[in-house]
């Protein structure tokens, strides 16, 4: 049962409490082809209502409804990742993808299409990725290759391509760059919010980049870029950082990334391998990652069945959790690891399953606010709906130390454990669900809960 669990909370967000009666004796490979096949039927966002993208929002008001807009992508999208009817290892990758092609969207419309169009290649082909996100309306906005012009390049989607989308520091040149920024001249979107190639900005010109001269179009930059082996240890590395482990084993990565790039690129290939391997189960890479705000909040929600009464108290979570979805703080993205615990967050995600039982007041004031006072303050109640009868019919049966064995099984790695009666201390309770409710804020207060 250790390493299904094990695989739900790496592949996706955690099991359902159905889940996990009908899965936890599944055989691995059984466990895997599942999560695969799902994905490959998984389909699109669904559109919600967006505005026109035409040109700038000429007003304060106009801005302030488009970001309510963004907002209900967001909250959308979170509460996809903990519908067990949805397919959790293509919102994984989505997630994954999401982060590692930073980009801050400022139209709905335009989140909208940038999520779907990672989602179409997440396990899919990465030049094809790479290639969807060359020409997302919303990356080229964000880089501004709309201002990358013939005879006066902009270099920042060059630049950024090859420092974190594909190959990484060490190995390009400046020349490189600039090279690259002109093969990229005139890709750019129209005021409708799409993909247009605007010839007459275009640089036709013959380019040197990376030891090869021609004249490159950005598709045969993209080309050159993976024909490198670095490019696919630079992938790689990172997707094992995410998936895997931190502490980089570089013997695997180098394993990964020689089968990756046999592969042309193969992300299910690759992710399968991964999840089919030996060393993803050893103890030493499970229980050893700190949850980020969307895996704690869709996976509380997800082994909780929530429904939350305002939705939008999801972006004031995530915005006091320092992970707010289509709003990365920079291309970089989100630096993750011990990054998303600091004073201004612990606190928070300690409790935030005792303040979604009890409807408490939540403080989710940022380490930016934490100052502000009267009207700024940022209280509210996370009010949401909680259908405690699966986890009730996963611990019938038990008596009370019992269910909290059971229910620590569930809710906290695979590799912890905790005494019974420690928890048991703090459960005062004549009826069976207030037990069980006071158990699970109890264990989900642990500083062992927030990791995976």
Not at 52 to 76: I, L, Y
């Amino acid at each position: 049962m250790s390493n299904i669990k094990h695989l739900h909370a790496r592949a996706g967000f955690g099991l359902s409490p159905y889940e996990r009666k009908e899965r936890q004796n599944w055989p691995l490979q059984k466990a895997v082809d599942h999560l695969f096949a799902e994905a490959k039927k998984a389909g699109p966002l669904q559109p919600l209502h967006v505005a026109d993208v035409s040109g700038q929002m000429r007003n304060q008001e106009e801005r302030k409804k488009e970001r309510k807009r963004v907002g209900r992508q967001n909250t959308a999208w979170i509460i996809r990742m903990a519908d067990a009817q949805e397919s959790a290892l293509m919102e994984r990758m989505s997630l994954f993808w999401h982060g590692h092609f930073a980009c801050k969207s400022r139209l709905s419309k335009l989140a909208f299409n940038q999520i779907n169009a990672i989602r179409a290649h997440a396990l899919g082909n990465f030049r094809d990725l790479v290639l969807a996100i060359a020409r997302d309306p919303s990356m080229i906005r964000f880089l501004n290759n709309q201002q990358n012009k013939k005879n006066q390049p902009n270099e920042n989607f060059a630049r950024e391509l090859m420092e974190l989308f594909t190959i990484g520091r060490g190995h390009y040149t400046e020349k490189d760059i600039k090279e690259a920024a002109r093969a990229f001249t005139g890709w750019s979107s129209n005021m409708g919010g799409k993909y247009v190639f605007r010839r007459r900005q275009h640089d036709y010109g013959q380019k040197t980049f990376m030891g090869k001269t021609g004249r490159f179009e950005g598709e045969d930059i993209i080309d050159i870029i993976l024909e490198r082996k670095e490019t696919a240890q630079f992938i790689c590395t990172k997707i094992y950082k995410y998936f895997v482990n931190e502490q980089v084993d570089e013997a695997v990565v180098r394993e990964l990334a020689e089968q990756f790039y046999r592969s042309d690129y193969d992300i299910g290939a690759l992710m399968k391998s991964i999840f089919l391997s030996d060393w993803f189960y050893e103890s030493k890479n499970q229980g050893n990652k700190i949850k980020s705000p969307a895996d704690l909040i869709a996976g509380v929600s997800k082994a909780l069945e929530i429904q939350y009464d305002d939705e939008s108290a999801l972006i004031f979570a995530q915005k006091a959790l320092g992970q707010v979805l289509f709003s990365p703080p920079n291309v970089a993205g989100w630096p993750g690891g011990k990054a998303w615990i600091d004073n201004s967050t612990l606190m928070l995600r300690l409790n935030m399953v005792s303040y979604l039982m009890y409807a408490s007041d939540v403080d989710f004031r940022t380490k930016s606010s934490l100052k502000a006072t009267g009207r700024d303050r940022a209280t509210r109640k996370l009010k949401a709906n909680i259908n405690l009868q699966p986890i009730m019919q996963l611990v019938a049966g038990a008596d009370q130390m019992e269910m909290i064995r059971q229910l620590s099984d569930y809710l906290l790695p695979a590799n912890v454990s905790v005494d019974p009666s420690l928890i048991a201390t703090y459960c005062k309770a004549d009826q069976q669900e207030d037990f069980v409710k006071m158990a699970i804020a109890r264990i989900t207060s642990l500083p062992e809960y927030q990791l995976s």
